[in-house]
């Protein structure tokens, strides 16, 4: 790879680490606004819920962010963690309710800012296995989730009387139904970003060229200036 392309995309790679450590730091103050609301009893959600969400998102994506800046947005590795830390918010709203399984398209998001096709397939491989790894917790803790027929109402009559379900045949049924709906409709959102990061990378690689050329003309005009200068000098003497 040309070394300007290469400086290009390694200074859009830290730029990328910025906005996205910017980004968590919005989320976590969010999120810690929305857990402080709660432990006053203002939201209907329980303070271990609310434990939860502190220590799974907030304290991960400060400490990811806080790590980046002493890095000075530049690593490898902090690529990886940037997409970590977004994908603990869909799963930890996952655990509790089925929401946070449509959130799960914001990793992949957050890989696309890298302009890396393979990155994005990377991530969207992670997110799949994200969703049957979180489908597990939520399935035993979480509010169960189904399709608003007639069947179905039995079972959750007797789920708001006492509490009863069967949750392993609900986990079941996320295996079957939700799970490949799902992957099916995250892969549809990875081709569209991969497609984005082919066109942005081809924008980066031209931007490069251009500004070798023009060093290039840079370079070429300071040597024609330094001979003219050098034909004087000895004009002179002679």
């Known amino acids: 790879m040309n070394a300007s392309i290469l400086e290009v995309l390694t200074e859009n790679e830290r730029r990328a680490n910025r906005s996205c ?14 857990a402080l609301v709660g432990l006053t009893g203002a939201l209907y959600i329980s303070r271990g819920w609310m434990a939860f969400y502190f220590a799974g998102m ?82 035993a803790f979480g509010l169960p989730i189904s399709s608003v ?14 509490g009863s379900f069967d949750r392993l045949a609900y986990w079941k049924g996320l295996q079957i139904w939700c799970v490949p709906s799902l992957s099916v409709c995250l ?16 924008v980066l690689a031209h931007q490069a060229r251009v500004y070798a050329r023009l060093a290039d003309v840079e370079k070429g005009l300071a040597i024609a200036a330094t001979m003219e200068a050098m034909r004087d000098q000895g004009s002179g003497i002679g």
């Open 21 to 34: 450590a910017i980004a968590g730091l919005w989320t976590a103050a969010v999120c810690l606004g929305i």
């Open 58 to 139: 907030v304290l991960p994506m400060l400490a990811i962010a806080g790590y980046a800046k002493w890095r000075n947005y530049q690593g490898s590795e902090i690529k990886f963690l940037m997409v970590l830390g977004s994908a603990l918010v869909p799963v930890c709203m996952s655990v509790p309710s089925a929401f946070g399984f449509f959130l799960m398209a914001l990793p992949i998001t957050v890989s696309a800012r890298y302009l890396s096709r393979k990155f994005v397939w990377e991530t969207y491989v992670m997110v799949v296995c994200l969703v049957i790894l979180t489908s597990i917790p939520h399935a």
């Open 149 to 162: 027929e007639e069947a179905n109402i039995p079972k959750f009559s007797a789920f708001l009387a006492d």
């Open 187 to 202: 892969a549809f959102f990875a081709i569209i970003l991969n497609r984005i990061c082919r066109d942005g990378h081809e």
